[in-house]
Nanobody, 117 residues
Framework: QVQLVESGGGLVQPGGSLRLSCAVS????????MGWYRQAPGKQRELVAG???????NYVDSVKGRFTISRDNAKNTVYLQMNSLKPEDTAVYYC???????????WGQGTQVTVSS
Protein backbone atom coordinates (compact mmCIF):
# COMPACT_ATOMS: atom_id res chain seq x y z
CA GLN A 1 0.00 0.00 0.00
CA VAL A 2 1.47 3.30 -1.10
CA GLN A 3 1.55 6.14 1.41
CA LEU A 4 2.77 9.72 1.19
CA VAL A 5 3.82 11.76 4.21
CA GLU A 6 4.58 15.46 3.88
CA SER A 7 6.71 17.45 6.30
CA GLY A 8 8.52 20.76 6.52
CA GLY A 9 5.65 23.21 6.69
CA GLY A 10 5.43 26.01 9.22
CA LEU A 11 5.31 29.74 9.81
CA VAL A 12 7.82 31.90 7.97
CA GLN A 13 8.23 35.63 7.38
CA PRO A 14 7.85 37.12 3.91
CA GLY A 15 11.07 36.66 1.98
CA GLY A 16 11.95 33.54 3.92
CA SER A 17 12.44 29.96 2.80
CA LEU A 18 11.07 26.52 3.57
CA ARG A 19 11.75 23.06 2.18
CA LEU A 20 8.89 20.61 2.03
CA SER A 21 9.50 16.88 1.89
CA CYS A 22 7.23 14.10 0.67
CA ALA A 23 8.27 10.62 1.74
CA VAL A 24 6.88 7.74 -0.32
CA SER A 25 6.47 4.32 1.27
CA UNK A 26 5.09 1.03 0.06
CA UNK A 27 6.42 1.26 -3.49
CA UNK A 28 9.53 2.84 -5.03
CA UNK A 29 8.94 6.51 -5.75
CA UNK A 30 10.78 6.19 -9.06
CA UNK A 31 7.71 4.65 -10.71
CA UNK A 32 5.54 7.71 -10.10
CA UNK A 33 5.22 11.16 -11.52
CA MET A 34 5.01 13.49 -8.54
CA GLY A 35 3.39 16.84 -7.89
CA TRP A 36 3.07 19.47 -5.21
CA TYR A 37 -0.32 21.15 -4.97
CA ARG A 38 -1.67 23.82 -2.65
CA GLN A 39 -5.06 24.93 -1.45
CA ALA A 40 -5.69 28.25 0.21
CA PRO A 41 -8.90 28.94 2.18
CA GLY A 42 -11.81 29.51 -0.17
CA LYS A 43 -9.78 28.59 -3.25
CA GLN A 44 -9.45 25.54 -5.45
CA ARG A 45 -6.49 23.24 -5.13
CA GLU A 46 -3.86 24.13 -7.72
CA LEU A 47 -0.77 22.45 -9.10
CA VAL A 48 2.34 24.26 -7.91
CA ALA A 49 5.08 22.08 -9.37
CA GLY A 50 5.44 18.67 -10.97
CA UNK A 51 8.29 16.29 -11.74
CA UNK A 52 8.13 13.26 -13.99
CA UNK A 53 9.83 9.89 -13.54
CA UNK A 54 12.61 11.11 -15.84
CA UNK A 55 13.05 14.39 -13.99
CA UNK A 56 11.22 16.84 -16.24
CA UNK A 57 9.70 19.68 -14.22
CA ASN A 58 6.93 22.23 -14.60
CA TYR A 59 5.75 25.11 -12.43
CA VAL A 60 2.79 27.40 -12.10
CA ASP A 61 3.76 30.88 -13.28
CA SER A 62 3.40 32.45 -9.83
CA VAL A 63 6.25 30.37 -8.36
CA LYS A 64 8.68 30.23 -11.28
CA GLY A 65 12.12 31.38 -10.20
CA ARG A 66 11.24 30.98 -6.52
CA PHE A 67 10.33 27.31 -6.05
CA THR A 68 12.26 24.22 -7.08
CA ILE A 69 10.93 20.67 -7.15
CA SER A 70 13.37 17.78 -6.99
CA ARG A 71 13.39 14.08 -6.23
CA ASP A 72 15.81 11.68 -4.58
CA ASN A 73 14.72 8.23 -5.69
CA ALA A 74 17.30 6.55 -3.46
CA LYS A 75 15.48 8.10 -0.49
CA ASN A 76 11.99 7.75 -2.02
CA THR A 77 11.48 11.43 -1.34
CA VAL A 78 10.35 14.46 -3.32
CA TYR A 79 11.19 17.98 -2.21
CA LEU A 80 9.84 21.46 -2.79
CA GLN A 81 12.34 24.19 -2.03
CA MET A 82 10.47 27.45 -1.57
CA ASN A 83 12.40 30.72 -1.54
CA SER A 84 11.33 34.37 -1.45
CA LEU A 85 8.03 33.35 0.08
CA LYS A 86 5.10 35.71 -0.13
CA PRO A 87 1.91 35.95 1.95
CA GLU A 88 -0.04 34.69 -1.07
CA ASP A 89 1.91 31.41 -0.85
CA THR A 90 0.04 30.65 2.37
CA ALA A 91 -1.87 27.40 1.91
CA VAL A 92 -2.00 23.73 2.77
CA TYR A 93 0.51 21.99 0.52
CA TYR A 94 -0.22 18.48 -0.69
CA CYS A 95 1.98 15.90 -2.35
CA UNK A 96 0.55 13.65 -5.06
CA UNK A 97 1.94 10.52 -6.69
CA UNK A 98 0.36 9.38 -9.93
CA UNK A 99 0.71 7.24 -13.02
CA UNK A 100 -0.99 8.60 -16.12
CA UNK A 101 -0.85 5.20 -17.86
CA UNK A 102 -2.74 3.35 -15.13
CA UNK A 103 -4.80 6.21 -13.71
CA UNK A 104 -3.43 5.54 -10.24
CA UNK A 105 -3.18 8.54 -7.93
CA UNK A 106 -2.68 9.05 -4.22
CA TRP A 107 -2.45 12.13 -2.02
CA GLY A 108 -0.63 12.93 1.17
CA GLN A 109 -2.35 14.46 4.19
CA GLY A 110 -1.00 17.97 3.60
CA THR A 111 1.25 20.36 5.46
CA GLN A 112 0.41 23.95 6.38
CA VAL A 113 2.59 26.78 5.11
CA THR A 114 1.91 30.23 6.54
CA VAL A 115 3.80 33.29 5.32
CA SER A 116 3.24 36.20 7.63
CA SER A 117 5.10 38.89 9.52
Amino acid sequence: QVQLVESGGGLVQPGGSLRLSCAVSGRPSIIYDMGWYRQAPGKQRELVAGITVVGSTNYVDSVKGRFTISRDNAKNTVYLQMNSLKPEDTAVYYCKAFQTRTGFAIWGQGTQVTVSS
